[in-house]
């Protein structure tokens, strides 16, 4: 469609560009490239430090961070500190950022202009027609497209907080389940050595005629199961030391990294929260997320609607010449608009509705699985804490007590030397298990603190 002059409709394109490019901005990229947000967040609820080296000197500040963390025995907030370093998997994630501000940037940016040239010349007449479009359907909608890209990099970045507590979550429980391995194969080397000492008391008994064949077999098989039991300590070590190691960045899986003496001791006292759910549901970053992504499909189901029958839509000032070279142009505007005879839009907002429904149905069953992970971990927390005090304040003192007046009785010449043997494995593989109710409780408190910052990783 074409106009033989048409300044005014020139002067309203004109206007409706300067207007938008006032609403975008000038979009460019930001000194921190949306990180400090990050930084913020993992500071005030891990309280910890993460940062993302995109320099040299950067990069060898945190090297020499993380070298002189790894020089003495780790305890376990100062492996959550290497993780947040030194994991490259989660450095890999803060590239998201950069990727969605790359395309924050490139929506503040007005769409290219389209130059379109037509020329036919016969005996000296020309048909000449020059012209200079821009998509007005995109240039009306980059406000829109602008906000979205906001909302989207805000996105990323809980997005990435989330993948910062994940990682915290896993490097504590590592941790705690390599100190417990470790302490662990100690104790089984323990009941080893007092399976060995009666395996040869036994065999010179054997030997002197002193004892029989079964129960020198019985002893026998002691120390086997013990043997036995060495090596599964000593392949949970292995394990937990690589699991420990590749969380921490390490790249050496041989490489051995130091612990503390011994797990944490268990608290006094827990304080049970009744609120504990309700606080979960409003500071979770992923309900918080998964809230921001139905609002902004329920954005896009709107601007869906309004544009249902428009999809594509350029204008521009044209000039065209008909004849010779001497003939003047003649100037006007050309409009390109595709009739939706055909195809009217409406499979579009249905997909729009589709996407918008299969997101609050995603949503409500978000927030459930949210209230029974905080309850259970809320539950693991209590009954682990309960179990390990237990063990802490009956089993082990009660074993004890029966080690001491076995001593006594053996001294008394009321027992034999195996029956001590005995005892004395059962005391270590008492302490065993207290050192594992521990664990436990250590791990479940891990969780639950993650459990009110985001859900568990996939």
Same mark, same amino acid.
């Given at each position: 469609?074409?106009?033989?002059?048409?300044?005014?409709?020139?002067?309203?394109?004109?206007?409706?560009?300067?207007? !938008?490019?006032?609403?975008?901005?000038?979009?460019?990229?930001?000194?921190?490239?949306?990180?400090?947000?990050?930084?913020?967040?993992?500071?005030?609820?891990?309280?910890?430090? *993460?940062?993302?080296?995109?320099?040299?000197?950067?990069?060898?500040?945190?090297?020499?961070?993380?070298?002189?963390?790894?020089?003495?025995?780790?305890?376990?907030?100062?492996?959550?500190?290497?993780?947040?370093?030194?994991?490259?998997?989660?450095?890999?994630?803060?590239?998201?950022?950069?990727?969605?501000?790359?395309?924050?940037?490139?929506?503040?940016?007005?769409?290219?202009?389209?130059?379109?040239?037509?020329?036919?010349?016969?005996?000296?007449?020309?048909?000449?027609?020059?012209?200079?479009?821009?998509?007005?359907?995109?240039?009306? *909608?980059?406000?829109?497209?602008?906000?979205?890209?906001?909302?989207?990099?805000?996105?990323?970045?809980?997005?990435?907080?989330?993948?910062? #507590?994940?990682?915290?979550?896993?490097?504590?429980?590592?941790?705690?389940?390599?100190?417990?391995?470790?302490?662990?194969?100690?104790?089984?080397?323990?009941?080893?050595?007092? #399976?060995?000492?009666?395996?040869?008391?036994?065999?010179?008994?054997?030997?002197?005629?002193?004892?029989?064949?079964?129960?020198?077999?019985?002893?026998?098989?002691?120390?086997?199961?013990?043997?036995?039991?060495?090596?599964?300590?000593?392949?949970?070590?292995?394990?937990?030391?690589?699991? +420990?190691?590749? +969380?921490?960045?390490?790249?050496?899986?041989?490489?051995?990294?130091? +612990?503390?003496?011994?797990?944490?001791?268990?608290?006094?006292?827990?304080?049970?929260?009744?609120?504990?759910?309700? *606080?979960?549901?409003?500071?979770?970053?992923?309900?918080?997320?998964?809230?921001?992504?139905?609002?902004?499909?329920?954005?896009?189901?709107?601007?869906?609607?309004?544009?249902?029958?428009?999809?594509?839509?350029?204008?521009?000032?044209?000039?065209?010449?008909?004849?010779?070279?001497?003939?003047?142009?003649?100037?006007?505007?050309?409009?390109?608009?595709?009739?939706? +005879?055909?195809?009217?839009?409406?499979?579009?907002?249905?997909?729009?509705?589709?996407?918008?429904?299969?997101? !609050?149905?995603?949503?409500?069953?978000?927030?459930?699985?949210?209230?029974?992970?905080?309850?259970?971990?809320?539950?693991?927390?209590?009954?682990?804490?309960?179990?390990?005090?237990?063990?802490?304040?009956?089993?082990?003192?009660?074993?004890?007590?029966?080690?001491?007046?076995?001593?006594?009785?053996?001294?008394?010449?009321?027992?034999? !030397?195996?029956?001590?043997?005995?005892?004395?494995?059962?005391?270590? *593989?008492?302490?065993?298990?207290?050192?594992?109710?521990?664990?436990?409780?250590?791990?479940?408190?891990?969780?639950?603190?993650?459990?009110?910052?985001?859900?568990?990783?996939?």
């Amino acid at each position: 469609m074409r106009a033989t002059s048409a300044p005014s409709r020139s002067l309203r394109v004109l206007a409706l560009v300067c207007g !938008v490019a006032g609403l975008v901005g000038c979009a460019t990229f930001s000194k921190d490239g949306g990180f400090d947000a990050v930084a913020d967040a993992t500071r005030a609820r891990l309280g910890r430090e *993460t940062r993302w080296p995109r320099s040299a000197e950067e990069l060898a500040k945190n090297d020499a961070e993380v070298a002189a963390l790894l020089a003495h025995p780790l305890e376990a907030d100062d492996a959550v500190q290497i993780a947040l370093l030194n994991n490259h998997e989660l450095q890999a994630s803060f590239q998201e950022l950069g990727i969605s501000e790359a395309d924050l940037v490139q929506s503040g940016r007005l769409p290219n202009p389209r130059f379109t040239l037509r020329h036919s010349s016969a005996n000296g007449l020309y048909d000449i027609e020059e012209t200079l479009t821009l998509n007005v359907l995109s240039l009306a *909608t980059a406000p829109y497209v602008h906000a979205t890209a906001k909302r989207r990099f805000a996105q990323v970045q809980s997005a990435v907080i989330i993948q910062v #507590a994940q990682v915290a979550e896993r490097t504590r429980t590592a941790y705690y389940i390599a100190l417990a391995a470790r302490d662990s194969l100690h104790y089984a080397w323990q009941v080893k050595d007092a #399976a060995q000492t009666s395996t040869e008391l036994s065999h010179r008994m054997l030997s002197a005629g002193n004892w029989n064949r079964v129960d020198q077999a019985r002893q026998q098989s002691f120390y086997w199961r013990g043997m036995q039991d060495l090596a599964r300590a000593e392949l949970a070590d292995v394990t937990a030391q690589s699991n +420990l190691g590749r +969380l921490l960045g390490i790249e050496d899986p041989r490489t051995p990294v130091q +612990l503390a003496e011994h797990l944490p001791e268990l608290p006094q006292n827990i304080v049970d929260r009744p609120d504990l759910v309700q *606080t979960a549901m409003q500071g979770r970053i992923d309900l918080q997320l998964m809230r921001a992504e139905l609002d902004e499909l329920a954005r896009r189901l709107n601007l869906t609607k309004a544009t249902r029958f428009v999809n594509v839509l350029d204008a521009g000032p044209t000039r065209v010449r008909e004849g010779t070279r001497e003939d003047p142009y003649q100037k006007g505007y050309e409009v390109s608009l595709e009739v939706p +005879l055909f195809d009217t839009g409406g499979a579009r907002v249905h997909k729009a509705e589709a996407f918008y429904a299969e997101a !609050v149905q995603r949503y409500a069953q978000a927030a459930i699985d949210a209230r029974a992970q905080v309850y259970q971990a809320a539950a693991d927390f209590r009954l682990t804490y309960e179990m390990a005090v237990r063990e802490r304040d009956e089993m082990v003192p009660l074993q004890q007590l029966v080690a001491k007046q076995d001593l006594l009785r053996y001294n008394a010449s009321q027992i034999s !030397v195996f029956d001590l043997l005995a005892d004395a494995r059962a005391k270590i *593989t008492s302490v065993d298990d207290y050192i594992r109710s521990v664990r436990d409780f250590w791990i479940a408190k891990s969780h639950l603190d993650a459990a009110l910052i985001a859900g568990p990783p996939h």
